[in-house]
T-cell receptor
Framework: GENVEQHPSTLSVQEGDSAVIKCTYS??????FPWYKQELGKRPQLIID?????GEKKDQRIAVTLNKTAKHFSLHITETQPEDSAVYFC????????????FGAGTRLFVKA | NAGVTQTPKFQVLKTGQSMTLQCAQD?????MYWYRQDPGMGLRLIYY???????DKGEVPNGYNVSRLNKREFSLRLESAAPSQTSVYFC???????????FGSGTQLSVL
């Protein structure tokens, strides 16, 4: 069935370094790809999203890239800060034939000061 | 403007007991959702309501029922709780179906 694989499951970086989290999806009909950040004990919050007709989107230190041919998309965080420490979830959504959205299992990011 | 409010925050049930989780949003969103979050498994959709008056099953609907009471409120009911339903439950809402979800603060449910 459809699934979204997210890697790595845990990522530790030094403050100021970049962090990259990758997701692959299986349903070629997927056309909307959001990323959510969940701090410890808090609710998930949307940080950035991208549609299938766009290859890259940036918002300050955060960017997402999409490769539809390879069916993968990535979250890039530059100049990481301790407050970036959280669990990040990717998701893939398709509209055709009804709504179906699948979340990845999450990546726990540690930013060391 | 509270966003998405869900109650209760914590609940302990015995196997076989029933309960209803309440959710309300004040953003005039069309769509509402119930997710469960288990360690290492991300967020899994239980039920959703794409618009007022409609509800549909998600990935893991067994053992749950929902009611879209009005545009603001979407409740989740466990008729006969089982230990496998121990989880953190999140309600969410959005203007467009499945885009830019706003989540509630979650309900930690333990079934003994």
């Amino acid at each position: 069935g459809e699934n979204v694989e997210q890697h790595p499951s845990t990522l530790s970086v030094q403050e100021g370094d970049s962090a990259v989290i990758k997701c692959t999806y299986s349903d070629s009909a997927s056309n909307y790809f959001p990323w959510y950040k969940q701090e410890l004990g808090k609710r998930p919050q949307l940080i950035i999203d991208i549609r299938s007709n766009v290859g890259e989107k940036k918002d300050q230190r955060i960017a997402v890239t999409l490769n539809k041919t390879a069916k993968h998309f990535s979250l890039h965080i530059t100049e990481t800060q301790p407050e970036d420490s959280a669990v990040y979830f990717c998701a893939a959504l398709r509209y055709t034939g009804g709504f179906k959205t699948i979340f990845g299992a999450g990546t726990r990011l540690f930013v060391k000061a | 403007n509270a966003g998405v409010t869900q109650t209760p925050k914590f609940q302990v049930l015995k196997t076989g007991q029933s309960m209803t989780l309440q959710c309300a949003q004040d953003m005039n969103h069309n769509s509402m959702y119930w997710y469960r979050q288990d360690p290492g498994m991300g967020l899994r959709l239980i039920y959703y309501s794409a618009s007022e008056g409609t509800t549909d099953k998600g990935e893991v609907p067994n053992g749950y029922n929902v009611s879209r009471l009005n545009k603001r409120e979407f409740s989740l009911r466990l008729e006969s709780a089982a230990p496998s339903q121990t989880s953190v439950y999140f309600c969410a809402s959005s203007e467009a179906a499945f885009e830019k979800l706003f989540f509630g603060s979650g309900t930690q449910l333990s079934v003994l």
